[in-house]
């Protein structure tokens, strides 16, 4: 069974900085793509981040590329999200999601309760 325990969320200025962690059991966490997702109140699910399962490859959509940086540590079993210069638009529940493979973050498989991260002044 997947697991996936979400931490470090919280309160943040606009401008602010967080770290998310994500951490990862029931499954080879080396072998497979990880991704981040949020969900914003009243929005649906939305991909923010992606990384293949050596992590030397990294993917971000435009709204988050420069301000948001994902890594793993394959040897911990723990995904994580830096997020710098937060906007009040960033404001959501953050989930980490399992990948398809070692290269597919198109897949997502989700198995935690999230983070949430509020940005607000």
């Known amino acids: 069974e997947v697991q996936l325990v979400e931490s470090g969320g919280g309160l943040v200025q606009p401008g602010g900085s967080l770290r998310l962690s994500c951490a990862a059991s029931g499954f080879p966490f080396s072998s497979y793509a990880m991704s981040w997702v949020r969900q914003a109140p009243g929005k649906g699910l939305e991909w923010v981040s992606g990384i293949n399962s050596g992590g030397g490859s990294t993917y971000y959509p435009d709204s988050v590329k420069g301000r948001f940086t994902i890594s793993r540590d394959n040897a911990k079993n723990t995904l994580y999200l830096q997020l710098k210069s937060l906007k009040t638009e960033d404001t959501a529940m953050y989930y980490c999601?399992?990948?398809?493979?070692?290269?597919?973050?198109?897949?997502?498989?989700?198995g935690g309760q999230g983070t949430q991260v509020t940005v607000s002044s």
């Open positions: 999601a399992k990948g398809g493979g070692s290269s597919d973050i198109a897949t997502m498989t989700l």
